[in-house]
């Protein structure tokens, strides 16, 4: 059972090139999220997918783009990268519907990213 | 709008001996909560969760955490600190907004284990 896989591990841009960060679920979960973890800050939402067909904004989406692909893919799309972009990247699942909306969410490994 | 906070950026704590890392919240309505461990090079991981119920949650690895809404707190706990548990923790709480189930985090707080 994989959970959430992300995919790069690691990467290294130059300012201003594209590059999009995939995520895939195998536990059938209705909502996803994607996040970054900056050294003091915590994970701040960037944006979630809280069912097939749908997304929103969180806490810090600019500079971003999501796709969601199908249920268990949800990709962001980095347009033009900038050195404030630097981060660590995560992706994130879990179960939503309306009765069970306290489930706890389950993790990738992160997606390392640098800009210079 | 709600948050949480965690006061100790590092929280030191000698084997064997109890450990607790600190977590304070802000919501308005019912509070649900969580606690993740995040260990080096990896994601977070759940540990346990407050919705209702008894004020004293159990959770994995010998985990647990005391409610405490007269002073919003929810403070992770853990009565013999083994040196694996050395990890990063984060306390979460959950936004409110219909039709989601996103979390706000606090900030992290470390937690070494000295043997």
């Known amino acids: 059972n994989a959970g959430v896989t992300q995919t790069p591990k690691f990467q290294v841009l130059k300012t201003g090139q594209s590059m999009t960060l995939q995520c895939a679920q195998d536990?059938?979960?209705?909502?996803m999220y994607w996040y970054r973890q900056d050294p003091g800050m915590g994970l701040r939402l960037i944006y979630y997918s809280a069912s097939e067909g749908t997304t929103d904004k969180g806490e810090v989406p600019n500079g971003y783009n999501v796709s969601r692909l199908n249920k268990r893919e949800f990709s962001l799309r980095l347009e033009s990268a900038a050195p404030s972009q630097t981060s660590v990247y995560f992706c994130?699942?879990?179960?939503?519907?309306?009765?069970?909306?306290?489930?706890?969410?389950?993790f990738g490994d992160g997606t390392r990213l640098s800009i210079l | 709008a709600q948050s949480v906070a965690q006061p100790e950026d590092q929280v030191n704590v000698a084997e064997g001996n109890p450990l607790t890392v600190k977590c304070t919240y802000s919501?308005?309505?019912?509070?649900?909560l969580f606690w993740y461990v995040q260990y080096p090079n990896r994601g977070l991981q759940f540990l346990l969760k407050y919705i209702t119920g008894d004020n004293l949650v159990k959770g994995s690895y010998g985990f647990e955490a005391e409610f405490n809404k007269s002073q919003t707190s929810f403070h992770l706990k853990k009565p013999s600190a083994l040196v694996s548990d050395s990890a990063l923790y984060f306390c979460?709480?959950?936004?409110?907004?219909?039709?989601?189930?996103?979390?706000?985090f606090g900030t992290g707080t470390r937690l070494t284990v000295i043997p």
């Open positions: 919501v308005s309505g019912n509070p649900y």
């Open positions: 979460a709480v959950r936004d409110m907004k219909a039709g989601a189930n996103n979390l706000f």
């Open positions: 536990m059938n979960h209705n909502s």
């Open positions: 994130a699942s879990s179960e939503a519907n309306w009765g069970r909306s306290n489930q706890p969410q389950h």
